[in-house]
């Protein structure tokens, strides 16, 4: 079992930032992607970005290119998503997800772990 915790999430202003962290624990050995969703009230859950647990590979959605940037923290175990210019669409509950090897990382069943999400809200 993988055990996913987000923080780090908030009200900003419209132009903002926030940065969000996600910390895994329990049986990481094998994972080979961490990555964000986001899910905003009556919207289907959307990806955000991801990265490779050896740091090498990073993919983000359009709507964020140029503004998130996804990063891992001390250790494999951390990953670190830093927005900035948010705007109100960007408000959504953020997850962080854990996924093995093979698929896409942009596709939600490919993922086997999921935290249980940190609100941003950009609003002024």
């Known amino acids: 079992q993988v055990y996913l915790v987000e923080s780090g999430g908030g009200l900003a202003l419209p132009g903002g930032s926030l940065r969000l962290t996600c910390e895994a624990s329990?049986?990481?050995?094998?994972?080979?992607?961490l990555g964000w969703f986001r899910q905003a009230p009556g919207k289907e859950r959307e990806f955000v970005a991801a990265i490779s647990v050896s740091g090498d590979f990073e993919e983000y959605a359009d709507p964020v290119k140029g503004r998130f940037r996804i990063s891992r923290g001390y250790g494999e175990e951390t990953v670190i998503l830093q927005m900035n210019s948010l705007k109100s669409e960007d408000t959504a509950t953020y997850l962080c997800?854990?996924?093995?090897?093979?698929?896409?990382?942009?596709?939600?069943?490919?993922?086997?772990?999921w935290g249980q999400g940190t609100q941003v809200t950009v609003s002024s």
């Open positions: 997800a854990a996924k093995y090897r093979g698929g896409s990382v942009s596709v939600i069943r490919q993922y086997s772990y």
């Open positions: 329990g049986l990481t050995h094998g994972l080979t992607h």
